[in-house]
């Protein structure tokens, strides 16, 4: 590998001077990028999301990239852009999105939201870290490769998307609809953190979901529980006694057949996250729990990333306002989800899920069950030349080898290309834990934003190496 | 009996002569009360509950009654009247309520609801049975006295409410100030049913209500359930497993100690119960439940009027809305009622509920447990002389021994006289199960309002005889 990183080092060379000599640069044009309000769950910000789109269409044109179209969508529109020559080459497919969660709370901002405003080496603003900053690497990191020798070492589609924060709704059929232009040797996606700062990571597998409603309907309408208590069964109670049998006293999902299949994790994998700086009860503290609680026999991580989980996310049932009111409701209902990894089928598991919680319904009361949806995990292998191409950049690009995690939760987006494409997406993230994504006083560290542009620099040279080009 | 029987009729027949006679202007004066949309849960009403309080008042005097006024309170107004004699008779007080439900829904309605119309032997309208025309039979009853012999054989204080359907916010407080003007030998309330059609009723017990809030707290915000399921203890499902804690797999109360004290059900109650025309299967048809559901050992009727039990009456936590959300979150909360019996203290209930809550929660999370009220059981005896007064009066009415029943609910005002002072209540309801108070076409069945008269008239001439004069 030493001659290999030596040889990388000199073809990206150029690039990266190109980078440090311009970083006044880079970060105004952020500036202009972070100063349009492209919030894309209020109505009233469609302009600005549109706006957005239309910025980074012009910026991709005035780079050099081609075929660059805002294409409408139901919804925020997807800016797609592309780079490709006549040589054979792999083809990466490069996501981000460009809209960005609501700046509210506005008091606790020390700097305007939409004002990039650098402060002891970081860039404070909304969608610094989340996902404009983010994407922005990518562009900065290609403008920089075309700029020093008017070429990319591998095919680009580019996809940026404006509904990210409200849950992607015209995505997935954007993708269906854009199959053949959108197949590519590998994906990347740019928005996840480190594992804490100073450690560069990569996150190598995904949990999947399998998100269902279960309804306990009694009464035919609200009773009095004066005049009728002690003669139905009620409803919350009926659902309250169904989700305590879904896990048992060790914490285990209670399930028949719920972990049939789970691929344990190996003992490498085990190692590598009991190596990793971790605290349970730092942890403990951030969330503000007591204490700690999950399935027994495994730690933190381990439960976090590689186990299945069962959590309610919400619950609701009769009278909720202040103060009392006596009634039998007639109905209650509470969302529960699961995560699934490796050897879960999600199908399967809504099945399990449904044929469990009709077996232990009370005959008092009727319900029914339904699935919202579910998604696979995904795992990329760790042995893959992308996931070997991301190792060795994030090597180069942070001066230190980055450390291989998982992550608890699912990026639609990861799901969908694995889905509809078959292809694998390495998810290169350069934010940190702590910088306020989705909350007031984003910032994005101005060490991994430019490390970052190093970073996938040598990304896209070392996927040269590693992928095998398919020439298209 | 039959010569005590004989004399009241004597001495009766004048007042029940007079009723018969002026059926029409009654039912015309009816109108004009039921006419006045007494909302007292509108805020845009409250000048119609005052203009009702009003009539009313301006009814009573034109009666003959004395000392007749609208008092305000913090919010509608409660009318008070009076009549005495100097002569040492005993004091009856008479509740009862002109505030009135919402109409809505307007659709189902057969005749506009706040114009009283007569249909097959029925007066329907909103508040015709809940309470303005059961209330309207105590103001005849004593009008009818008072014309046919310019007397009452009664003391009597009026208490007409105008916040009944609202929870009575102002009552404690005006009770509280008027204790000395209310003490009375005994308390009448005619708000309350028929055990069914054709089968007079006196309601001689009620349950006590311990209401208890319980809230769970786990994360200082809601969580990403990817990024941090498996870790935590979920606030809804530390709930779930507390509120499923709270009843055996018998259907009894769980609490230790809960059943301390409860005053058993003699064998003559239990038969009474069980002479009583009632199917489980007609009233599980009724509910819309697909069957009855409470503790093992006792029939429907003594789980709903004499056994303890404990309802959950709402629940709430995380994301209830459309669709599907991800979140662990900060808490959930529930609100549960207990109804007590005689023999349980509500004090003691209210700290065995919380002291078992505090034992079985979690220690991932932090619970709190608060009560809201707590209202003694009352039990008014059978052998009593204002209960043998009105058995007599309701068999002269309707021409048929009562039936005596509990009832599974609280009437609020019948325990604050009993707390406040010390005044047993009888309740001689003239209502029908089925005459849809609360709802669309409210009706008022005419044989039980003229009925409701008679039996009036003839109450408060028992009264007389049973109730030893106080002289006050």
């Known amino acids: 590998m030493p001659s290999l990183a030596a040889n990388a080092a000199t073809r990206v060379a150029p690039a990266l001077a190109l980078i440090a000599q311009e970083r006044r640069r880079i970060l105004e044009e952020l500036g202009q990028l972070v100063a349009i309000p492209s919030i894309s769950t209020r109505p009233e910000s469609a302009g600005d999301v549109r706006a957005c789109a239309e910025w980074l269409a012009a910026h991709l044109a005035a780079m050099g990239m081609t075929h660059t179209q805002v294409i409408a969508t139901g919804g925020h529109p997807i800016v797609i852009s592309e780079w490709r020559d006549s040589e054979p080459k792999p083809a990466l497919l490069i996501y981000g999105h460009y809209d960005v969660q609501p700046p509210e709370p506005l008091e606790p901002w020390l700097s305007p939201p939409f004002v990039a405003t650098v402060r002891e080496n970081r860039v404070y603003g909304r969608g610094t870290t989340d996902d404009k900053g983010q994407l922005f690497i990518h562009l900065k990191a290609m403008e920089a490769c075309l700029r020093a020798s008017a070429s990319l070492p591998v095919h680009v589609r580019l996809v940026l998307e404006g509904e990210e924060e409200i849950g992607s709704p015209s995505l997935a059929a954007f993708l269906q609809g854009k199959k053949e232009w959108l197949r590519s040797d590998l994906a990347v996606i740019s928005d996840t953190p480190f594992f804490a700062a100073g450690i560069p990571s990569i996150c190598y597998g995904l949990r999947g979901t399998v998100y269902m409603e279960v309804e306990v309907t009694g009464p035919a309408t609200d009773l009095h529980s004066g005049s009728h208590g002690g003669a139905v069964h009620n409803p919350i109670q009926a659902l309250a006694e169904m989700i305590a049998q879904l896990h048992d006293a060790r914490g285990r999902v209670a399930i028949p057949g719920f972990y049939d299949g789970v691929r344990p994790l190996s003992q490498k994998e085990r190692n590598g996250f009991r190596a990793l700086p971790w605290s349970d009860r730092k942890y403990a503290q951030e969330l503000g729990v007591p204490r700690l609680h999950g399935e027994a026999g495994f730690t933190t991580l381990e439960r976090l990333w590689a186990r299945p989980t069962l959590e309610c996310h919400g619950i609701g049932g009769g009278y909720t306002e202040a103060g009392s009111k006596t009634i039998i409701p007639a109905r209650a209902a509470a969302k529960i ?4 990894v490796p050897g879960q089928r999600p199908e399967r598991i809504a099945q399990l899920f449904a044929k469990h919680v009709r077996r232990i319904a009370p005959s008092a009361v009727r319900v029914s069950v339904q699935c919202l949806h579910a998604s696979a995990a995904a795992l990329t292998p760790l042995e893959s030349p992308g996931m070997e191409a991301a190792v060795a950049a994030m090597s180069a690009g942070f001066g230190r080898r980055p450390v291989m995690q998982r992550e608890g939760g699912s990026i639609p987006v990861a799901t ?37 542009m190093a970073t996938a620099i040598h990304f896209y040279h070392e996927l040269a190496n590693t992928l095998h080009a398919k020439g298209d």
Not at 417 to 446: I, Q, R, W, Y
Request: glycine fraction near 14%; hydrophobic fraction near 45%; charge should be negative.
């Open 337 to 340: 989800s699961m995560r699934i």
């Open 416 to 452: 969908h290309l694995k889905s509809l494409l078959g292809m694998d997406t390495v998810l290169l993230g350069f934010g940190l834990p702590d910088e306020n994504a989705h909350a007031p006083n984003e910032f994005l560290d101005l060490g991994n934003f430019f490390g970052g």
